[in-house]
């Protein structure tokens, strides 16, 4: 059974940072793509960032150039980087275990969330 643990979220300013993590049980996660998603109150979900089993990523053009995915796979964690944090990013984002062909396609794993709030 797949599990998937995020943290990391909170309180932050604009023009602030946060790194987000996902742990990863119960799959083989080194041959995994691995995704982030968010939702925003009223919003639907959105893929943010993904990244390959061999590191290849792709981002929302929302956040290219502020956030930044990485995995360790001997950890079986991924990790989500965002600097320059906007209001805007405020959301609930949540870990996904997908596939890559192309691109990343999600699959129907998810962890529970983390919320980040970006407020004065």
């Known amino acids: 059974q797949v599990q998937l643990v995020e943290s990391g979220g909170g309180l932050v300013q604009p023009g602030g940072s946060l790194r987000l993590s996902c742990e990863a049980s119960?799959?083989?996660?080194?041959?995994?793509?691995m995704g982030w998603y968010r939702q925003a109150p009223g919003k639907e979900r959105e893929l943010v960032a993904a990244?390959?089993?061999?590191?290849?990523?792709n981002y929302a053009d929302s956040v290219k150039g502020r956030f930044t995915i990485s995995r360790d796979n001997a950890k079986n964690t991924v990790y989500l980087q965002m600097n320059s944090l906007k209001p805007e990013d405020t959301a609930v984002y949540y870990c996904?275990?997908?596939?890559?062909?192309?691109?990343?396609?999600?699959?129907?794993?998810w962890g529970k969330g983390t919320r980040v709030t970006v407020s004065l």
């Open positions: 996904n275990l997908g596939s890559w062909h192309f691109g990343y396609y999600g699959m129907d794993y």
């Open positions: 990244i390959s089993s061999s590191g290849n990523t």
């Open positions: 119960g799959s083989i996660f080194s041959i995994n793509a």
